[in-house]
């Protein structure tokens, strides 16, 4: 599993309370204009289901990662690879994880 860490708000909150009606002026029922960064996550989602339609499954994880990347680079969806990040517990750092992209 890829894991994509979003630098925003949790925008897809209304699919978990049942409330799917789309609350843009975009027919997206991925944009949410009440979310900031709504229109973002939307393109990343399209990213990845771009990549699954085009692949399928089966392949190994890191061509998954190797195609989403492309895909945000055709998409012009600036990310990095491999980001290294601190872990906190009670504001102290206690270790790093690793996430496959920083968007």
């Keep these: 599993m890829i894991r994509v860490i979003i630098v925003m708000n949790m925008i897809?909150?209304?699919?978990?309370?049942?409330n799917h009606?789309?609350?843009?002026?975009?027919?997206s029922p991925m944009i949410n204009k009440k979310y900031k960064h709504s229109e973002l996550t939307g393109?990343?989602?399209?990213?990845?289901?771009?990549?699954?339609?085009?692949?399928?499954a089966?392949?190994?994880?890191?061509?998954?990662?190797r195609s989403l990347a492309h895909e945000f680079e055709l998409?012009?969806?600036?990310?990095?690879?491999?980001?290294?990040?601190?872990?906190f517990?009670?504001?102290k750092q206690v270790g790093k994880r690793r996430a496959d992209f920083l968007v």
Excluded at 12 to 18: R, T
Excluded at 75 to 87: A, D
């Design 12 to 18: 897809l909150a209304k699919a978990h309370n049942g």
């Design 21 to 27: 009606k789309n609350h843009s002026s975009d027919n």
């Design 43 to 56: 393109r990343i989602i399209g990213c990845a289901m771009e990549v699954h339609r085009a692949l399928g």
């Design 58 to 65: 089966g392949f190994q994880e890191v061509i998954y990662q």
């Design 75 to 87: 998409q012009k969806i600036p990310y990095q690879r491999e980001y290294e990040m601190p872990v």
């Design 89 to 91: 517990y009670k504001q």
